[in-house]
Nanobody, 113 residues
Framework: QVQLVESGGGSVQAGGSLRLSCAAFGYTPCTYVMSWFRQAPGKEREFVSSIDDYGATRYADSAKGRFTNARDNTKNTVFLQMNSLKPEDTAIYYC???????WGQGTQVTVSS
């Protein structure tokens, strides 16, 4: 079983930056693919980005050019650097390890105009 612990959320003004972290604990071999999702109030949870063990990344169109997904395999941690934040990025951000069927508890990101 894998436990995912997110950190780094907060409140920023539009145009600002935040860096989210997600650390995996437990049986980590299944974390070779890690993803970020987000859920805004009244909306469904949506995919933001994923990264595999080799560093190959995928991004939602809304994240391309502004967000960067990275990982440190020695620390079983993934990072989501979010730049040029917009009010529409306001959501709870969740870390996900799909092969482990695990979700983090979520971290709130609030972007004010």
């Amino acid at each position: 079983q894998v436990q995912l612990v997110e950190s780094g959320g907060g409140s920023v003004q539009a145009g600002g930056s935040l860096r989210l972290s997600c650390a995996a604990f437990g049986y980590t071999p299944c974390t070779y693919v890690m993803s970020w999702f987000r859920q805004a109030p009244g909306k469904e949870r949506e995919f933001v980005s994923s990264i595999d063990d080799y560093g190959a990344t995928r991004y939602a169109d809304s994240a391309k050019g502004r967000f960067t997904n990275a990982r440190d395999n020695t620390k079983n941690t993934v990072f989501l650097q979010m730049n040029s934040l917009k009010p529409e990025d306001t959501a709870i951000y969740y870390c996900n390890a799909p092969r482990c069927d695990s979700w983090g508890q979520g971290t709130q990101v609030t972007v004010s105009s």
